[in-house]
C-alpha cells in the first residue's frame, strides 16, 4: 500500500475544509474500500493524545469511487483555538477478526483566528 501519507493544511477558524483522500496500493491501482464500513478524522492538541472529542471532524467512505471525503464544518471548526494541532484520518475494516486498520493520512493543521483583509 502506498499510505500513510502526509499532507499539512492551513485552516481559517469557523470556515469550511473539505479534502478528498484517494487510497492507492503500492503498484499505483485504486484501494479497494468495498470491505472498510468506517471512516474517522480524528483532531488532537499533539501526537500520541487522545483525540479532542470537541473538534471531530467527519470522514465518509464512499466505496462507489473508493475515496474517503474528509471535512470540518464551522460548527466543529469554531471550537478550534488557533495554533497547530495534529490529524489522522483512518478507514476501519470491522468485519476482519480483529478489526483492521489503516491510517491513510496524517499530518499538522494550523489554525489561523482572524483573517483580516488589505489595508487601503
Known amino acids: 500500500m502506498a499510505f500513510p501519507a502526509t499532507y499539512s493544511f492551513n485552516y481559517y477558524k469557523g470556515d469550511t475544509y473539505n479534502f478528498v483522500i484517494r ?9 479497494d474500500l468495498d470491505n472498510f464500513s468506517e471512516a474517522t478524522f480524528t483532531i488532537a492538541s499533539s501526537r500520541g493524545d487522545s483525540p479532542d472529542f470537541s473538534v471531530q471532524a467527519g470522514a465518509d ?7 474517503v471525503v474528509c471535512g470540518i ?21 470491522t468485519d476482519a ?5 489503516y491510517t491513510l493520512l496524517t499530518g499538522v493543521i494550523t489554525v489561523t483566528e482572524q483573517v483580516s483583509g488589505a489595508a487601503p
Open 23 to 31: 487510497p492507492k496500493n503500492s503498484d499505483g491501482s485504486a484501494f
Open 61 to 67: 467512505i464512499n466505496t462507489e469511487s473508493d475515496v
Open 97 to 101: 477478526t480483529p478489526d483492521i486498520v
Open 73 to 93: 464544518v464551522p460548527s466543529v471548526g469554531l471550537t478550534l483555538n488557533a495554533g497547530q494541532y495534529v490529524y489522522d484520518v483512518e478507514i476501519v475494516n
